[in-house]
């Protein structure tokens, strides 16, 4: 443990030191992804049914993922305040449960990972993102190893946590956004 520790700090002070901005990237677009989001499924019964179903029924050969047939998307419809604005947000789209392994469910609180996609509306400038159950990255890690790779000059997707009212239940998210067309014209 002591030794891997000793091994990531001598890598990282490495990468800083012959560090070069020839093939570094820097963000174009900071993106204003508010604090706390409220979100409403149009169909929470077959969202909950997805996520027990999804969590009882592994993959037949005993593998602990989650199978792609219990990955369907639900409407869904949120707002969010705009602090800059002093003016609530709507937004509408479709969510479904992401992630590979079971690690993504909590069966106990009856929530999972999202992938979200809106069709109207945006969460501070994002249409497409991810909201990833803290534990699925070690917690504060991934937040951190994101911060440094951006400052090497790596081109990362944003993420950050965020308070998610989902139908009532408060629950800490990592909001991540997807690789996709949004985050390489931000960089």
């Known amino acids: 443990m002591k030794n891997s520790l000793i091994i990531k700090f001598i890598i990282i002070n490495f990468m800083f030191f012959f560090q070069t901005n020839l093939y570094s990237y820097e963000r174009v677009y900071e993106?204003?992804?508010?604090?706390?989001?409220?979100?409403?499924?149009?169909?929470?019964?077959?969202?909950?049914?997805?996520?027990?179903k999804a969590f009882k029924h592994p993959?037949?050969?005993?593998?602990?993922?989650?199978r792609d047939k219990f990955k369907r998307p639900t409407q869904i419809k949120g707002t969010y305040f705009n602090h800059y604005n002093n003016e609530e947000i709507n937004f509408k789209g479709k969510a479904r449960i992401t992630g590979d392994w079971l690690d993504h469910i909590s069966i106990k609180e009856m929530i999972s990972s999202l992938s979200i996609s809106l069709d109207y509306g945006n969460v501070?400038?994002?249409?497409?993102?991810?909201?990833?159950?803290?534990?699925?990255?070690?917690?504060?890690?991934?937040?951190?190893?994101?911060?440094?790779?951006?400052?090497?000059?790596?081109?990362?997707?944003?993420?950050?946590?965020?308070?998610?009212?989902?139908?009532?239940?408060?629950k800490i998210f990592i909001f991540e956004e997807r690789a996709e067309k949004e985050f390489l014209e931000s960089w």
């Open 31 to 52: 993106y204003e992804v508010p604090d706390e989001i409220n979100i409403i499924f149009k169909n929470y019964k077959k969202h909950l049914f997805q996520i027990d």
């Open 59 to 66: 993959n037949p050969k005993g593998k602990k993922y989650i």
């Open 124 to 170: 501070g400038g994002v249409t497409r993102f991810r909201l990833l159950l803290p534990k699925t990255r070690n917690m504060e890690n991934e937040i951190l190893w994101s911060i440094l790779m951006e400052e090497i000059g790596f081109a990362v997707p944003y993420r950050k946590f965020i308070k998610v009212n989902l139908m009532g239940v408060k």
